[in-house]
């Protein structure tokens, strides 16, 4: 835990008892602030109250005696209207922040310089930001990685100069932080997303460009109109660098990616072949090991780490996860797909491929991907969507209806060991939301797994 000690003896509102709400209130107590919490939802309430958070109903509260207001970033701030926390501090002038913004506070307190790396992106931010900690943690470093994913950030350690914090940070988060200053901040891309929250494209990108504007080192891609728009203005500024990263060979960029080789402008040989990273295939995953491998360069890691650390990266769990091989079969859960555009990037990363897919169905089905329908050799439909993604693939593919996973798991399996392909693909990538028949897509990938496990084990 990093008890927030820069709210000491004051008093301060909370709304919003979820993960990051209690642990950011446990973080205010510990750290010796009076908290007054709260939630919409009565078993948040009671869950908080279990752990001995003291509930104050906001609602009727005097604001006056709030130093601020922490919220959650679940709670809109502005769009499509203000939760109604955010409407009372407003009228008593009190000041509306997140855990993001109590960690850089404590941080500029405890350890000012220390390692602090942020990530945000619309896509890739959490395969970055896993790798980046993958990188520093494998050359022995002390590294805390939380945020956005998996442990809130007051949850982690505290600042130290020894201690690198890399923190993955939605657009949600970065709205209330308004001091956010990392040592490394990295801007990886911005499309459309959110816009319900922030109200128009240009709010979500100006929130997003906030995490880098205030970094020592911004590490800022280029492959789109924003982020190259963003690039231009951060080169402009007084103090700080800014390294250009991009996916492919361009002149706007210093870092860049080449026949699946990271390359640094003005060095002949390239800083390291992605070829030896299993985990890292397709043009997104390129995208990302740049950006992972300027980070560690900024932090002072030395190409050996980074090679070490980009080689044995195991993956994030449901994302083109390799959960197994069976001779040249090799078996991928990718059940964080839960639409065409991510499935998308897994039918980019492999051939003769042998495709679940199916679910609950997202609008547009998988219409769009037709253009890669010539890389699967067969798919296998499970789920609601079987009849209309049939439709779709039509005579251009072959596919075969099995209902449910388990079924499509050993029809796959058994089509793949039968083909000639050097390195024929059993991927479960399945377009769809899982809760026809799954209660999340973490069980449904886990399922995934345990099926391939099972199969394994059986030869």
């Known amino acids: 835990m990093t008890p927030v000690t820069t709210f000491a003896g004051q008093r301060v509102a909370l709304f919003g008892l979820g993960g990051s709400g209690l642990s950011t209130a446990r973080a205010l107590q510990a750290g010796g602030a009076g908290v007054a919490a709260w939630d919409d939802s009565a078993a948040s309430r009671a869950k908080a109250e279990a752990a001995g958070i003291a509930l104050v109903d906001l609602a009727k509260a005097d604001w006056s005696q709030f130093s601020a207001l922490v919220l959650a ?7 499509p209207k203000p939760h109604w926390t955010v409407d009372l501090a407003k009228a008593a002038r009190v ?16 350890a000012p310089g220390s390692p602090f790396v942020a990530i945000t992106g619309t896509n890739g931010k959490s395969t970055t930001t896993a790798l980046i900690a993958h990188i520093a943690k494998s ?14 950030i007051l949850d982690l350690d505290p600042p130290s100069p020894e201690r690198i914090h890399v923190v993955e940070c939605s657009s949600f988060q970065i709205d209330l932080a308004p001091s956010l200053d990392p040592s490394v901040g990295l801007m990886l891309n911005v499309t459309p997303d959110h816009i319900d929250r922030h109200g128009s494209l240009e709010n979500y990108a100006a ?12 590490l800022i891609g280029v492959d789109d109109e924003i982020c190259r728009a963003v690039a231009q203005r951060l080169r402009a500024r007084e103090g700080g660098e800014t390294v250009a990263v991009s996916q492919a060979p361009s002149p706007l960029a210093d870092v860049y990616v080449e026949d699946h080789r990271i390359y640094e402008r003005g060095r002949a040989e390239p800083l390291l072949d992605l070829r030896s990273a299993p985990a890292l295939r397709g043009e997104h995953n390129g995208q990302n090991a740049a950006f992972a491998c300027a980070a560690a360069r900024a932090l002072g890691l030395s190409l050996d780490d980074i090679r070490r650390g980009v080689a ?22 990718d059940s964080k797909a839960t639409n065409a555009d991510a499935a998308e990037k897994a039918l980019k990363s492999f ?12 609008e547009g089905g998988v219409e769009p991907l037709a253009p890669l329908f010539g890389r699967v050799a067969k798919a296998y439909l499970i789920g609601a969507a079987s009849e209309a993604f049939a439709a779709t693939l039509g005579g251009k593919v072959p596919h075969e209806f099995c209902g449910t996973l388990d079924k499509a798991v050993q029809a796959a399996a058994d089509d793949a060991a039968n ?22 897509f973490e069980v449904r990938g886990d399922t995934f797994r345990l099926l391939v496990k099972q199969r394994l084990e059986a030869k």
């Open 73 to 79: 970033p679940g709670a809109p701030l502005t769009h």
């Open 95 to 110: 000041e509306i922040i997140g855990d993001i913004e109590l960690f850089v506070r404590e941080r500029r307190a405890r």
């Open 139 to 152: 050359a022995g470093r002390d590294v805390a990685l939380g945020g956005n994913i998996g442990t809130p």
């Open 207 to 218: 929130i997003k460009e906030r995490l880098v504007a205030h970094s020592q080192v911004a």
């Open 312 to 333: 044995s990266f195991p993956g994030l769990a449901h994302r083109m996860e390799q959960v197994g091989r069976n001779g040249r079969v090799l078996f991928v859960n």
């Open 351 to 362: 051939h003769d491929i042998y495709w679940i897919l199916g679910g609950k169905p997202k």
């Open 419 to 440: 083909s000639s392909a050097p390195e024929p693909v059993v991927l479960l990538s399945p377009a769809c939301a899982s809760y026809d028949q799954f209660t999340n």
